[in-house]
């Protein structure tokens, strides 16, 4: 027998050198395609696994062993092998088109819905034309029954079917996507999962599922658009007979420190009518909203009462005499060596205030105009280098002060800030200046703080230069806090 004159002699010639060299190229190709992060390197091993195995089989089996086509375990082999062709150009195609999409285009705006639909309707051609070719299936005559079934169906589920609809018309017309902030009537937060029958909100109280035929109906806000910044309004109110110039001064400079608030923008506060005021702040994103109305609201308590305006309509008796004798007596004397009478001197020129967690105490830049005694509670210093990143640099306790440089004029260079409710004694500069400049120890003692707090300012801005650091809770840029 002359094995040169038989088709299948070629057939198994070309299958024995084609496949192992058609398996190295796959292999190399693979592996650069690794090596560069390209999303395709997956699809390249089902080739090389896969298809190219199973086709060099189906090639020894029909032509080179001339098994008929028509044999069961040929169709079953050209159905695994068709079935893998299919999920190979599906998962190509998402790879190629969708995943790698910029964020900007159609692409990747187009909801997943859409993405499932073309999905199946790929699966259902494939398999009819498997069906139809390998298995010889008439396929014309069960898309005639599938259609009759699916009007059935459709009739006996037309308002089910109907919201599914309206729903796929509302996704079409794509009013906000995944991680967009929706405000609906039922509902206000964050979309994160769209599928057939609903949205999924992420609210402050748990997942709350839309469906969509109700979004369709309905009109709702979307947050996030137009892109930008979001505002923040925060209402509050005081009693009538407060200035309204003071009050709306007094809300502006709480709410410039707030730490969320968006760098390069101011807030503004008016007066409402009636006591109430409206405090706008711009954030990132409505995620800040909670957080800032807050710490908003929380600092104001406490800086309310040391304006003495009267939030809620409230007023403020934590500055008693009992409580100011007491500080002076237990604190102050023993920082600026106080007699009996200096302490008598001062009391009626004294009170105290209170600040909350992470509030600004001192605002570096600023001359200060009274010194404070820390009475209970602990703040930290802090120092702004170039870049505007906030340094700490020491940590004040019970029987410490801040403010000493309203003795001698001059801005403070380094900033405050609250590290836990804290309680203080504050003194006006003019009634102090009657009590230390008769004591010049005293003032040596006091010049000499004043230049190891700097000292340890500057050094810790050398030390720390441009080096990236967490901006500390509360404080922001120089020209910020003013």
């Known amino acids: 027998m002359n094995f040169f004159d038989s088709d299948w002699f070629y057939w198994a010639i070309g299958v024995a050198i084609g496949f192992p060299v058609c398996l190295i190229l796959l292999t190399e190709l693979q592996q650069i395609l690794n090596r560069r992060g ?43 092998f068709g079935f893998l062709v299919l999920v190979l150009l599906l998962s190509g195609l998402n790879a190629t088109v969708f995943e790698g999409a910029p964020e900007d285009s159609w692409r990747k705006r187009l909801p997943t819905i859409f993405l499932d639909v073309g999905r199946f309707a790929l699966i259902g051609l494939g398999l009819a034309v498997i069906l139809s070719v390998i298995w010889g299936v008439r396929v014309g005559g069960v898309f005639t029954a599938l259609g009759i079934t699916s009007v059935v169906i459709g009739l006996m589920l037309q308002n089910s079917v109907g919201q599914i609809v309206s729903g796929l018309f509302m996704l079409f017309e794509q009013p ?147 409580r100011v004798m007491k500080a002076l007596r237990t604190v102050v004397a023993s920082e600026l060596r106080l007699t009996l009478a200096d302490q008598q001197f001062l009391a009626p020129y004294a009170r105290i205030l209170r600040y909350g967690t992470d509030e600004i105490v001192q605002y570096a830049g600023t001359v200060p105009t009274a010194m404070a005694f820390i009475v209970a509670g602990s703040v930290q210093l802090t ?70 707090r700097q000292n340890k300012a500057r050094v810790t801005r050398r030390e720390r230069g441009k080096a990236t650091t967490a901006v500390a809770p509360g404080l922001r840029k120089p020209d910020t806090l003013g």
């Open 383 to 452: 120092v702004t280098d170039g870049d505007g990143a906030v340094l700490p640099f020491a940590t004040l306790t019970e029987g410490s002060f801040i403010g000493i440089t309203a003795l001698t004029r001059q801005p403070n260079l380094a900033g405050a800030y609250a590290l836990e409710e804290v309680t203080a004694l504050e003194i006006e500069r003019e009634h102090l200046e009657k009590i230390v400049m008769d004591k010049p120890m005293l003032l040596q003692d006091l010049g000499r703080l004043i230049d190891e």
């Open 176 to 322: 906000f996507r995944i991680n967009d902030w929706l405000d609906t009537q039922t509902a206000r937060g964050r979309v994160i999962e769209v599928n057939w029958r609903a949205v999924h909100i992420q609210t402050g109280g748990g997942l709350r599922i839309m469906p969509n035929s109700m979004l369709a109906t309905t009109a709702f806000t979307n947050l996030s658009r137009p892109a930008g910044p979001h505002k923040c309004s925060i209402n509050t109110t005081f009693a009538t007979s407060d200035p309204p110039d003071k009050v709306c001064e007094m809300l502006t400079l709480v709410a410039g420190a707030l730490p969320l608030m968006m760098p390069g923008t101011s807030p503004t506060s008016v007066a409402l009518g009636a006591g109430e005021y409206r405090t706008t702040v711009r954030v990132h994103s409505p995620a800040d909203e909670g957080a800032t109305q807050s710490t908003f609201v929380r600092w104001v308590w406490y800086a309310a009462r040391r304006w003495e305006l009267h939030l809620d309509g409230e007023d403020d008796d934590f500055s008693t005499p009992e």
């Open 38 to 80: 390209n999303r395709l390197a997956r699809q390249v091993g089902v080739i090389r696994n896969w298809l190219l195995p199973l086709g060099a089989l189906l090639l020894i089996l029909v032509k080179a062993s001339q098994i008929p086509a028509g044999e069961v375990p040929v169709r079953i082999l050209t159905t695994v």
